[in-house]
T-cell receptor, first 117, second 112 residues
Framework: GAGVSQSPRYKVAKRGQDVALRCDPI?????LFWYQQALGQGPEFLTY????????KSGLPSDRFFAERPEGSVSTLKIQRTQQEDSAVYLC???????????????FGPGTRLTVL | GQQLNQSPQSMFIQEGEDVSMNCTSS?????WLWYKQDPGEGPVLLIA?????ELTSNGRLTAQFGITRKDSFLNISASIPSDVGIYFCAGLRMNRDDKIIFGKGTRLHILP
């Protein structure tokens, strides 16, 4: 399809395991965003890429969280030594613009639901 | 953490009724956005507002950007079953290092 895709859709991890979540943005979209959505909450910003450059990672909750987008298309969010508080839906969004947040529509993927036991 | 207060948290209405929800903030925003999220999906943008006082419609949806720039509301007229879902407001200050801040959502239920 032409939308943002994410994989896996569901991930169950034991506490302490490392996980990697993948995002395939819409082809040609310059900007890519990762959000964390806890149960019953709105999405919260994690990090932002413009092409392969990570321009803002101020929302990453700890140094266990790492994101990359090496070729400016697919992105991976990695969480090391997962903790129970990491359980959430991780949403990826992409937009066409190079500009400031919100100047172009962000298209969201369906998310990856991470459950840490 | 989030800075937007969205109300009500949930609504139970009959099909055909009109719906109103709002969002307030202690901070001024330059852009207000309204999204809808269906179960197992990501949010989808419904309406974007860029100017204080702006009133914008998208079909049965109408949203307004408050004059103070600290609030916004969304109205849905003549609700139908597919309106069920979670509606999020989001604000943006449009500074270079700023990001979209989401409310906690309003869950809309339609009674059979």
């Amino acid at each position: 399809g032409a939308g943002v895709s994410q994989s896996p859709r569901y991930k169950v991890a034991k506490r302490g395991q490392d996980v990697a979540l993948r995002c395939d943005p819409i082809s040609g979209h310059v900007s890519l965003f990762w959000y964390q959505q806890a149960l019953g909450q709105g999405p919260e910003f994690l990090t932002y890429f413009q092409n392969e450059a990570q321009l803002d990672k101020s929302g990453l909750p700890s140094d266990r969280f790492f994101a990359e987008r090496p070729e400016g298309s697919v992105s991976t969010l990695k969480i090391q030594r997962t903790q129970q508080e990491d359980s959430a839906v991780y949403l990826c969004a992409s937009s066409l613009s190079r500009g400031l947040f919100g100047t172009d529509t962000q298209y969201f993927g369906p998310g990856t639901r991470l459950t840490v036991l | 953490g989030q800075q937007l207060n969205q109300s009500p948290q949930s609504m139970f209405i009959q099909e055909g009724e009109d719906v109103s929800m709002n969002c307030t903030s202690s901070s001024i925003f330059n852009t207000w956005l309204w999204y809808k999220q269906d179960p197992g999906e990501g949010p989808v943008l419904l309406i974007a507002l860029y100017k204080a006082g702006e009133l914008t419609s998208n079909g049965r949806l109408t949203a307004q950007f408050g004059i103070t720039r600290k609030d916004s509301f969304l109205n849905i007229s003549a609700s139908i079953p597919s309106d069920v879902g979670i509606y999020f407001c989001a604000g943006l200050r449009m500074n270079r290092d700023d990001k979209i801040i989401f409310g906690k959502g309003t869950r809309l239920h339609i009674l059979p």
